[in-house]
């Protein structure tokens, strides 16, 4: 967990892809959607929440619906899947980054329920098995290409306080998203690994100032935040966006906001200062909490 929580945005139509908002109460079902008409879809990405309340997304490809971590209750999962029009039963898997509570605050409860299937490294899995989590484990290596039906995903390690923490990049009909976030650095590996996306969710969970003078935090925390192990800030995240970006790159999602010590207009000026040279990127802020709406990029 972050220093804390994150904030979302609003939607617009931008070239060969789109933004749209799902505006939900409480997450009680549908109240808008605000959607273009599209020609093909290669991804589609909905942040369901970001944060250190919890972390959840759902992907989709054509017939393939997954999850990128279970940090919300069962039921609220459940509710935000059934709010996007996917049965939370016909998931064809949930990929987890790491074994930290705002990221598999669910898990339990809906493999038992729903039993998907859930992907994750062998220290992972070990780790949750401990805490009585019994599910369809399905084992992958940092590094390792594989394919999740119509989506291919390489999975890569990222420097977190966790037992085998990783990133992902998912692929699918020539499209690629990468989700990079509780990491202290980006390591050469990371680079690597992300460079080329068509579109990133990326961590920016502090603004360095604001954490450092933060009164309500032992130094303890701070330096956990801070170090090559924690999470990454506002100028971290804004250096390492511009060393991935490339001319396919049109989306940049910033992620794991703390409430306290950042906020979306700083966090948005840092990376959209190191990417004036690349004005057809778009960045936006994930949502927080159940009374933002959660944010749909179709790429």
Known sequence: MGADDAASSGSRRR????????????F??????????????MLEVTVLASGSSGNAL?????DCSLLVDAGLSARRLATCLLACGVDPGSLSGILLTHEHGDHTRGLKVFVDKHHVPVFATPLTADHLKRTGIGARWNLFSSGSAFALESIEVLPFSVPHDAADPVGFVLRSNGTGFAVLTDLGCATRQVVESVRGVHALL?????DESLLQNDARRPWSVKQRILSRHGHLSN?????????????ALRHV????LSRDCNSPELAVHAVGSRLRGRPAVRIQCARV???????????
Do not use: F, K, Y
């Open 28 to 41: 009680s079902g549908w109240q808008r959607v605000a959607r273009a008409d599209l020609i093909t879809a």
């Open 253 to 256: 999602l910033l992620a794991h």
């Open 202 to 206: 990326i961590e920016t969970n502090h």
């Open 15 to 26: 070239g060969w892809s789109v933004l749209e908002i799902v505006e939900s109460e409480a």
């Open 235 to 247: 100028s971290a995240a804004a250096e390492v966006v511009a060393e991935v970006a490339t001319d």
């Open 289 to 299: 909490d159940e009374e933002s709406p959660m944010l749909r990029l179709v790429v």
């Open 58 to 62: 759902l992907v989709r490809s054509g």
